[in-house]
């Protein structure tokens, strides 16, 4: 079965802890990206990669950090320095370039206090 | 930064009734998604739109883009139990092929009358 698949799906750290969030698609899509829910909002935009060993800030990107190093992997770490970390992560997918149709992970709740 | 007003925020469904939201823009967009997020869950894609007047239907689903390509409108006819959940709108401002991320507005939630 094609999909995304996030780990773990709750995640709980103390302040001041740096904590990675898991992302793998076997969809052989070249984009994934990063998205942040709180409740009652849109989903902002983190990071973004087009294509492997490359990515771009979103709209979000303070505190946040990622790595594109296999096709299937899109890892983000959330570090010490962003100031509101808990919140519903989602990772997304899509086939590549000029191709708006993002396919949603089951996302990660984080929990830090 | 560009916003996409969604309404109404929330609304309440009585099983069979058909439910109607939108979601509009002060740019003009060029593609239009609707997507469906029950709780603790990812969105699921329903339906995309790409041309100005297209309508699609995906089920019970209906969507279509704005002539004025400003907004988009989502209807489900005959609702159910499990339609219950956040419909959200999403939108892309640049052509295909280029550079251009999504624009999500802030939800519907589709709860049932108690």
């Known amino acids: 079965d094609g999909g995304i698949t996030q780990s773990p799906k709750y995640l709980f750290r103390k302040e001041g802890q740096n904590v990675t969030l898991s992302c793998e698609q076997n969809?052989?899509?070249?984009?994934m990206y990063w998205y942040r829910q709180d409740p009652g909002q849109g989903l902002r935009l983190i990071y973004y990669?087009?294509?492997?060993?490359?990515?771009q800030k979103g709209d979000i990107a303070e505190g946040y950090s990622v790595s594109r190093e296999k096709k299937e992997s899109f890892p983000l770490t959330v570090t010490s320095a962003q100031k509101n970390p808990t919140a519903f992560y989602l990772c997304?997918?899509?086939?590549?370039?000029?191709?708006?149709?993002?396919?949603f992970g089951p996302g990660t709740r984080l929990t830090v206090t | 930064g560009q916003q996409l007003n969604q309404s109404p925020q929330s609304m309440f469904i009585q099983e069979g009734e058909d439910v109607s939201m939108n979601c509009t823009s002060s740019?003009?967009?060029?593609?239009w998604l609707w997507y469906k997020q029950d709780p603790g869950e990812g969105p699921v894609l329903l339906i995309a739109?790409?041309?100005?007047?297209e309508l699609t239907s995906n089920g019970r689903l209906t969507a279509q883009f704005g002539i004025t390509r400003k907004d988009s409108f989502l209807n489900i006819s005959a609702s159910i139990p499990s339609d219950v959940g956040i419909y959200f709108c999403?939108?892309?401002?640049?052509?295909?092929?280029?550079?251009?991320?999504?624009?999500f507005g802030k939800g519907t939630k589709l709860s049932v009358k108690p």
């Open positions: 997304a997918s899509s086939h590549g370039l000029g191709d708006y149709e993002q396919y």
């Open positions: 969809l052989n899509h070249d984009a």
């Open positions: 740019s003009i967009f060029n593609t």
């Open positions: 990669s087009q294509i492997v060993n490359d990515f």
């Open positions: 739109l790409y041309k100005a007047g």
């Open positions: 999403a939108g892309n401002m640049n052509y295909g092929g280029s550079q251009g991320n999504l624009i």
